[in-house]
């Protein structure tokens, strides 16, 4: 154990973290803290955390890019930990089982999303609980929610994910979002054998799509701005590589695609891209959440009847199916591993894409 749980009258303990604090000075930049954790209640269980995957959405959390920040703010959503301790209605866990949590640690339960196992979409009264920078209660009564850059979270059992033991846990942390963040969309729209389908940007989540489509039988097409991602690309076993920014292969392959998923992080212009979809095609994009830099042009859209989604992660039950899914076939995330104290130079690092292809912090580095 990293050390030992003092519960105080409250039924509190204080962990370690790193977080932002928000403060007009050097508040964006992550530092040691400490953070108040609950003792597990009858449905929820302690969790050690081991490992926490570092997503591209902590970085806008952090810098409060959706205005929606509470501070301090403790990112961390690709949780793989043991289980520790465990209330007095937990039957799923035992002691030292490990297991992971992912984007939501609760939901109203309630709702027609919730009953369909689509957490993601709650419409509860303040929708989903995050992992971080969300609320303790679904009724937004007591916040703010601390994630995985921590030694330990208390989670409700039925948000909880068992991890396949023939997962090397480490490189598994990534499943629990950029895993599930691209299954999902690829499973709604029925992504199978004999599909063209193409993965727009190949990163943190690209990566994940380019494994996840071709384990389903896809044709599966890389599409990148940069050159030298091509041999990652080709080792991911994605059968075309497509450089967005040659505009001579790009028309080449218009109308030639049946879905294409879209991982661009930041603003971009998606209409090059809905150009490259066959009639009826579809894109969906899960790695923007805010305006495209143009307006959508929808008579590309319409003179073929293509249509332009978006995806939210996924549910728990498929997140749990996303877990499965890769360790059927032996698919990991690509990771490089670091220490907590690293984390602000990761930040920099995943701005500039300078990472292969996500980071995983070792929490042992947070003694």
């Known amino acids: 154990m990293i050390h030992p749980i003092i519960y105080d009258e409250n039924k509190k303990f204080v962990t370690k973290a790193y977080g932002a604090s928000g403060n007009l000075i050097g508040g964006k930049t992550l530092s040691e803290m400490q953070i108040e954790r609950f003792k597990p209640k009858a449905d929820e269980v302690l969790i050690e955390i081991l490992y926490c995957g570092v997503c591209h959405s902590d970085i806008h959390q952090v810098n409060n890019d959706w205005k929606n920040t509470i501070y301090p703010c403790v990112p961390g959503h690709e949780i793989i930990g043991k289980v520790i301790e465990i209330g007095s209605e937990v039957s799923a866990f035992s002691l030292d089982d490990i297991v992971g949590v992912g984007c939501m640690i609760d939901s109203c339960q309630n709702c027609k999303p919730c009953m369909h196992g689509e957490e993601q979409f709650c419409l509860g009264p303040v929708a989903q609980t995050m992992t971080y920078n969300g609320y303790f209660k679904p009724d937004g009564s007591e916040y703010n929610t601390f994630g995985g850059f921590s030694t330990h979270i208390v989670v409700k059992d039925s948000f909880v994910l068992h991890i396949p033991h023939n997962l090397k846990y480490a490189a598994a942390a990534p499943?629990?979002?950029?895993?599930?963040?691209t299954y999902s969309p690829l499973k709604h729209w029925g992504i199978q054998?004999?599909?063209s389908v193409g993965i727009?940007?190949?990163?943190g989540l690209g990566h994940m799509g380019v494994m996840i489509a071709k384990a389903m039988g896809a044709h599966v097409t890389a599409i990148?701005?940069?050159?030298?991602?091509?041999?990652?690309?080709h080792e991911l076993?994605?059968?075309?590589?497509?450089?967005?920014e040659d505009e001579e292969a790009m028309k080449a392959k218009e109308t030639t695609f049946d879905f294409l998923l879209c991982t661009i992080p930041e603003n971009f212009d998606i209409n090059p891209y809905i150009s490259l979809l066959a009639p009826r095609g579809t894109i969906v994009t899960v790695g923007l959440l805010g305006p495209y830099k143009s307006p959508t042009n929808n008579?590309?859209?319409?003179?073929?009847?293509?249509?332009v989604?978006?995806?939210?992660?996924?549910?728990?039950?498929?997140?749990?199916?996303t877990l499965h899914f890769c360790a059927e076939h032996n698919?990991?995330?690509?990771v490089e591993m670091i220490d907590i104290k690293d984390i602000n130079k990761a930040f920099e690092q995943i701005k500039k894409e300078q990472v292969r292809f996500r980071f995983v912090i070792d929490m042992k580095s947070l003694e």
């Open 175 to 181: 499943i629990l979002c950029a895993g599930v963040t």
């Open 193 to 195: 054998e004999g599909h």
């Open 200 to 203: 727009i940007g190949i990163g």
């Open 224 to 233: 990148t701005t940069k050159e030298e991602k091509r041999q990652a690309a």
């Open 237 to 244: 076993g994605a059968d075309e590589i497509l450089i967005s």
């Open 299 to 307: 008579m590309e859209v319409a003179k073929y009847g293509r249509s």
């Open 309 to 321: 989604a978006g995806s939210l992660i996924g549910g728990i039950a498929e997140t749990q199916e």
């Open 331 to 334: 698919i990991l995330p690509h």
